[in-house]
């Protein structure tokens, strides 16, 4: 089965992946957001707007959306909604934007500013937030807030960087508690204990897709995302598999016999370099072949033939950090949580990752290959 006919059997069997207003969904979505960017095909763009349409009430309200649970993870899917507007024009979806936008004008932070993970995780950053939040606040600021909150986008992005990222082992912790009172976080410096990799793979993307959204006039900023993004990719790509050319899910710990490489982070990792190349950040004689080395890898060794249908495998289904001693961050949870095929946070980023193959073969001039070649 080409690629293409794998996503298009994914997309035509989709379902809401929980009955509320969710992120995983808005990986799907992203995905086929970037595809129509890529090839003009329509059936993507139609995906997006029935979804939208099932769920954002003519006044813009999204009848599902947990506003009173502050989860930072349900702004993913309002990214969409940018593209929504301005190819229809209809305002139900500017409105719907605004209606995203307000829980983040109230959404609780830590006292360094940052956004709350979840009400149910005071005063926790996760990477995962990062690329939840962020590309969105971003890219309202350019188009309706007036640049005014650059300088607070900045500030939680350096926030990471100064309480997640390890300096000796160049990777970002999976989250950090500014209490220091979680079972999992360390008493000195706040942080999980270890590297996960669907993690880096959302701070990885965040950031691209931060730049994408900004106005490159805002120079110094600009800049000073550009050189974090090169940090994190020089920083993880030390922990690539040579066999497999593919990442661990516990990112530095190959060592451990029950370890894997790992689909979405793979993914992810892949998406970044690919739209960092596109956009110039990267440099395309260094890193697009790399970019590209891993989404080979992933089509040869994760999207397999199961029963006469294809399946995108080894998927991280969840992990995630307490409430209170459950999920305590160590290696051993990490590989304990299930594997799976088809996930939403698998395909997502692999139909991203796909879409930033394809234009930037076009973009460099070169002809993508077809579907049948890979």
Same mark, same amino acid.
């Given at each position: 089965?080409?690629?293409?006919?794998?996503?298009?059997?994914?997309?035509?069997?989709?379902?809401?992946?929980?009955?509320?207003?969710?992120?995983?969904?808005?990986?799907?979505?992203?995905?086929?957001?970037?595809?129509?960017?890529?090839?003009?095909?329509?059936?993507?763009?139609?995906?997006?707007?029935?979804?939208?349409?099932?769920?954002?009430?003519?006044?813009?309200?999204?009848?599902?959306?947990?506003?009173?649970?502050?989860?930072?993870?349900?702004?993913?899917?309002?990214?969409?909604?940018?593209?929504?507007?301005?190819?229809?024009?209809?305002?139900?979806?500017?409105?719907?934007?605004?209606?995203?936008?307000?829980?983040?004008?109230?959404?609780?932070?830590?006292?360094?500013?940052?956004?709350?993970?979840?009400?149910?995780?005071?005063?926790?950053?996760?990477?995962?937030?990062?690329?939840?939040?962020?590309?969105?606040?971003?890219?309202?600021?350019?188009?309706?807030?007036?640049?005014?909150?650059?300088?607070?986008?900045?500030?939680?992005?350096?926030?990471?960087?100064?309480?997640?990222?390890?300096?000796?082992?160049?990777?970002?912790?999976?989250?950090?508690?500014?209490?220091?009172?979680?079972?999992?976080?360390?008493?000195?410096?706040?942080?999980?204990?270890?590297?996960?990799?669907?993690?880096?793979?959302?701070?990885?993307?965040?950031?691209?897709?931060?730049?994408?959204?900004? $106005?490159? +006039?805002? /120079?110094?900023?600009?800049? %000073?995302?550009? #050189?974090?993004? =090169?940090?994190?990719?020089?920083?993880?790509?030390?922990?690539?598999?040579?066999?497999?050319?593919?990442?661990?899910?516990?990112?530095?710990?190959?060592?451990?016999?029950?370890?894997?490489?790992?689909?979405?982070?793979?993914?992810?990792?892949?998406?970044?370099?690919?739209?960092?190349?596109?956009?110039?950040?990267?440099?395309?004689?260094?890193?697009?072949?790399?970019?590209?080395?891993?989404?080979?890898?992933?089509?040869?060794?994760?999207?397999?033939?199961?029963?006469?249908?294809?399946?995108?495998?080894?998927?991280?289904?969840?992990?995630?950090?307490?409430?209170?001693?459950?999920?305590?961050? $160590?290696? +051993?949870? /990490?590989?304990?949580?299930? %594997?799976?095929? #088809?996930?939403? =946070?698998?395909?997502?980023?692999?139909?991203?990752?796909?879409?930033?193959?394809?234009?930037?073969?076009?973009?460099?001039?070169?002809?993508?290959?077809?579907?049948?070649?890979?």
């Amino acid at each position: 089965m080409s690629i293409s006919g794998y996503i298009g059997h994914f997309l035509s069997s989709y379902q809401h992946y929980q009955t509320y207003w969710n992120y995983e969904d808005g990986c799907v979505l992203m995905g086929c957001k970037q595809l129509y960017e890529a090839t003009q095909d329509k059936v993507y763009l139609d995906f997006v707007l029935q979804y939208l349409k099932q769920v954002i009430e003519p006044d813009g309200n999204i009848n599902n959306y947990e506003l009173g649970k502050y989860n930072i993870d349900s702004i993913n899917s309002g990214k969409v909604l940018f593209t929504a507007y301005e190819i229809t024009k209809e305002e139900k979806y500017r409105s719907a934007i605004e209606f995203i936008m307000n829980q983040l004008r109230e959404h609780p932070r830590t006292k360094s500013g940052n956004f709350y993970h979840k009400g149910i995780y005071p005063r926790q950053i996760w990477l995962d937030g990062v690329y939840m939040a962020l590309p969105f606040y971003m890219e309202y600021e350019t188009k309706y807030g007036g640049k005014e909150h650059y300088h607070d986008i900045m500030n939680q992005v350096e926030n990471v960087r100064k309480f997640l990222y390890d300096n000796e082992k160049t990777l970002y912790y999976h989250a950090y508690d500014e209490a220091r009172i979680q079972p999992w976080a360390d008493k000195v410096t706040g942080c999980s204990p270890n590297f996960w990799l669907r993690s880096m793979g959302w701070y990885l993307m965040a950031l691209v897709d931060i730049m994408d959204a900004m $106005s490159e +006039e805002i /120079y110094e900023q600009y800049r %000073r995302y550009g #050189d974090l993004l =090169k940090e994190a990719v020089t920083g993880i790509l030390r922990y690539q598999d040579q066999k497999t050319k593919l990442f661990y899910q516990v990112i530095d710990r190959a060592d451990v016999a029950e370890n894997y490489t790992e689909t979405s982070g793979s993914a992810m990792i892949a998406y970044a370099i690919l739209k960092g190349c596109r956009m110039h950040v990267l440099s395309i004689e260094k890193y697009a072949a790399i970019g590209e080395e891993v989404l080979q890898a992933l089509i040869a060794q994760k999207l397999l033939m199961t029963n006469e249908e294809a399946h995108l495998t080894d998927i991280c289904l969840v992990a995630g950090l307490g409430p209170g001693e459950a999920r305590d961050g $160590s290696v +051993e949870y /990490y590989l304990s949580e299930p %594997r799976v095929s #088809d996930d939403s =946070k698998g395909v997502g980023p692999f139909m991203m990752a796909y879409a930033q193959s394809l234009l930037l073969k076009k973009e460099c001039g070169s002809e993508a290959e077809t579907d049948e070649e890979r």
